[in-house]
């Protein structure tokens, strides 16, 4: 699943990157630590055909929804079921969105019981785009954007670290995901494998477990507490 991630562009600096208007009307900060049910920016196609940049919440609530309380539960819709699923197969054909991220975050359970988290990232610094999907919920007279993001399974060194992954979208799929679909099922193919050598598995600190704290420490890289044994054996 990915249950947690980074996005911390600036909403003119995503507009400029996905060729986008900009409607989020300074809804966009930085968060290093995304969670469920968070405020967050997406990409989608207006009536009109033109991109834009809006604010939804993480948590996709179908339009029949009674209430909010189950947001929490939907924020991730399978590939392998995304199409037929009541809750999530309309969106799916009529209202994907990209959902840009500077990484997610995993944990692994290392031996002895502790779990380490991972912050799966692009080497070179770029930004990833994770497939959406969305859909408004209305309560009264109030209209919630919400989506969610769909994943896949996991490939290559990322199966190390969980056993799904978000579907990736390269820029070149950006178009295609957007707009109307002959085959939509051909859109949910993983990225390639050369593609998804170019992110990186980085061990980072414990402290992201915490929703309360967010920064960029949040994403620095750690030693492995089996690298930390090692370095002080080598001081004897």
């Known amino acids: 699943m990915c249950g947690r991630y980074a996005t911390t562009r600036s909403a003119g600096d995503l507009s400029a990157l996905f060729e986008s208007y900009d409607e989020t009307g300074g809804g966009v900060g930085p968060d290093w630590n995304v969670a469920p049910t968070d405020p967050v920016p997406l990409v989608r196609l207006a009536p009109e055909g033109h991109r834009l940049l ?5 948590g996709l609530l179908p339009h029949w929804a009674r209430t909010a309380s189950g947001a929490a539960r939907m924020i991730n819709a399978r590939v392998e079921t995304v199409a037929t699923s009541r809750a999530y197969a309309s969106s799916f054909a009529r209202r994907r969105c990209l959902v840009p991220a500077d990484g997610w975050y995993e944990w692994v359970r290392e031996p002895g019981g502790r779990r380490q988290p991972y912050f799966m990232t692009p080497r070179d610094g770029s930004v990833l785009s994770f497939a959406g999907i969305w859909s408004v919920w209305a309560a009264g007279d109030a209209a919630l954007l919400t989506f969610s993001v769909l994943t896949t399974a996991a490939v290559g060194e990322l199966a190390e670290v969980h056993d799904r992954m978000p579907l990736l979208l390269p820029r070149e799929r950006w178009a295609d995901w957007l707009g109307p679909a002959e085959d939509p099922a051909a859109l949910l193919a993983p990225p390639p494998a050369e ?9 980072v600190a414990p402290a992201v477990g915490d929703v309360r704290n967010d920064g960029p420490e949040l994403t620095a890289r750690v030693p492995l507490a089996r690298e930390e044994a090692a370095a002080d054996m080598t001081l004897f």
């Open 54 to 58: 809006s604010v939804g919440r993480w």
């Open 195 to 203: 593609w998804l050598a170019g992110l990186e598995i980085r061990p």
